[in-house]
């Protein structure tokens, strides 16, 4: 009888060690890099700023989408130096906007009109004291991604259910064993 009880007892020590949660630790990566980047490029908690990209001979150009503004970053091609003091007019569907340098290379419009998801082609006229360019790109503007459906109660863990059951079903067999035995 005694060796019966010490039998369940060990089975259901056992069982209840093999069902203890695991602890989460700092300092290790356990996703292949490849699938971070995937899952990172689409996930709706990751907001992607609008942006649109032009380069010429002469210079590069970088429009982001953010907060009503579009913000235009210009730099020269061939030494990557903010081009400063320039001229920046945008041509796009009905609008027809001049920018102003709000620091050195970079230049603000309102964005407005760029608020409704949609493809907008632009046309970047762009005039410095040395030189002049057109410069053609399309801003994309996604649709607003849904907020995610959060679940009105927690579900219990799977280990401890599963867990519940084996304890559950070894004191079954104890109680049967034990009966026997009387």
Known sequence: MKRILSLVATILSASALNTSPAWAHGGEEHSHPEEAAAVAATSPQVPQTPRASAQSEE?????????????????????NAPVTDARVELESSAVKLVARQTEPGVYGLPGEAFAKPGKYPLVFSIETTDSADLLTA????????????????????QRIIWGAAGALLLAG?????????T
Not at 138 to 157: G, I, S, W
């Open 59 to 79: 210079f590069e150009l970088v429009a982001a989408l953010a907060e009503k503004t579009l913000a235009v970053y210009l730099d020269h091609y061939a030494s």
């Open 173 to 181: 067999i104890g109680v049967v064993l034990f009966r026997r035995r």
């Open 138 to 157: 399309t801003l994309t503007v996604a649709q607003a991604a849904a907020e995610p459906v959060k679940p009105v109660a927690q579900a219990p863990d």
